[in-house]
């Protein structure tokens, strides 16, 4: 395959994330204060107000900033799912120190007492509160989920940008961050006595590594674990539990990384879009990984929407295999440079 080929099958190979895109609060983080006390500034805030449900959280999956929601209030559905309701609180925040306006501080303080209220006694998170009954009640990693809200009460405890919120919250967040790595250190699967990584969503109750859609089946993920481990990382002085499991994740990384092989689109009259995502060989192939490992024997794991789980890409329907993120370079620079770079600043505390 060429360059040119080899980047787009790249760049469709991040389709899947960036088609679930939500509220772009990376667009806005840098504008200046005077932004956001502008009219467009203001406009985009009360949109976000408009947009949030009565519990104090938003939908995912459309660009919550861009109108106002025309509907009921009361009908507004929100969650922590695909990045949902993170950047909307901190754009709010940002507002609220910009303008003094009170109702972008209410609507701040809604959300932290939302995410607050949702996490379970245990530490760990829901795709979404109330949780329900189906897969979304448990402790969810899947899209990061978990990591966005404990990064975000993280600030609430510590960081300048909420330093308006009360000291009661503010202590309320830290504890809910420390609980939400406890809950991690519980979730780690271990194989033969070995730490691992972690499935993309674990039981509420047991923390066992549950399914989620029917082609999410219960495994190690290659792509969820990455941000888990990047949050451990990010502690300060961490105890020998977190190390451990550092370590233990890591290496594991290291072991089911798949080599020889890329993943390409080539030209496909016969398919629906008139290409087809493949998988080849290629000596000088950097590594990849899977999104999903089967626990045990490391083996990657592909389904269809029956939930069978086949041993190869090619296995499964032009569907699955062309809508779902399944391999990807998640851990290359975790491995190669973040914990490197962790591991010399804490060495002398592991001991190693």
Not at 56 to 71: C, E, H, I, L
Not at 87 to 102: H, I, M, N, S, V
Not at 203 to 220: G, I, K, M, N, W
Not at 308 to 328: C, H, Q, T
Request: charged share 25%; net charge positive; with cysteine.
């Amino acid at each position: 395959m060429n360059s040119v080929l080899l980047s787009i099958a790249l760049l469709f190979g991040c389709a899947c994330h960036a088609a679930a895109a939500g509220f772009p609060w990376n667009r806005y983080s840098a504008k200046p204060d005077d932004w956001y006390r502008s009219p467009d500034g203001r406009r985009v805030a009360d949109n976000l107000l408009s947009q949030q449900s009565p519990l104090g959280s938003w939908p995912k999956n459309f660009d919550t900033s861009a109108q106002a929601y025309a509907g009921n209030p009361a009908d507004v559905k929100g969650t922590f799912d695909n990045g949902a309701t993170i950047g909307e609180t901190r754009f709010l925040a940002r507002a609220y120190r910009a303008t003094q306006d009170p109702k972008y501080r209410d609507a701040v303080l809604k959300a932290i007492d939302h995410i607050l209220k949702g996490q379970y006694a245990n530490g760990g998170w829901p795709q979404s509160y109330p949780p329900g009954n189906g897969y979304h009640r448990h402790i969810t990693f899947n899209d990061n989920a978990m990591v966005n809200l404990m990064r975000l009460l993280r600030d609430v405890a510590t960081g300048e940008s909420f330093a308006f919120v009360d000291a009661s919250r503010r202590q309320s967040a830290q504890s809910a961050f420390d609980r939400g790595v406890q809950c991690i250190l519980k979730c780690q699967i271990v194989v033969n006595g070995r730490k691992t990584a972690w499935c993309a969503q674990h039981d509420e109750t047991d923390f066992q590594p549950r399914p989620a859609r029917t082609y999410e089946l219960v495994s190690l993920s290659g792509a969820e674990s990455v941000d888990i481990v990047r949050l451990l990382m990010s502690l300060e002085k961490p105890s020998p539990e977190v190390i451990a499991a550092i370590d233990g994740a890591v290496k594991w990384f290291d072991e089911a990384k798949l080599t020889g092989i890329k993943q390409v689109f080539v030209p496909d009259p016969q398919a629906p879009r008139g290409r087809n995502k493949v998988v080849v060989k290629d000596p000088d192939a950097p590594p990849m990984w899977a999104r999903f490992y089967e626990i045990g024997t490391n083996r990657p794991i592909f389904s269809d929407r029956d939930g069978v789980p086949k041993r190869e890409l090619a296995d499964i329907g032009y569907e699955r295999r062309n809508g779902y993120s399944w391999l990807g370079t998640w851990p290359a620079d975790l491995l190669a440079k973040d914990y490197p770079a962790w591991k010399a600043k804490w060495r002398a505390s592991d001991g190693k």
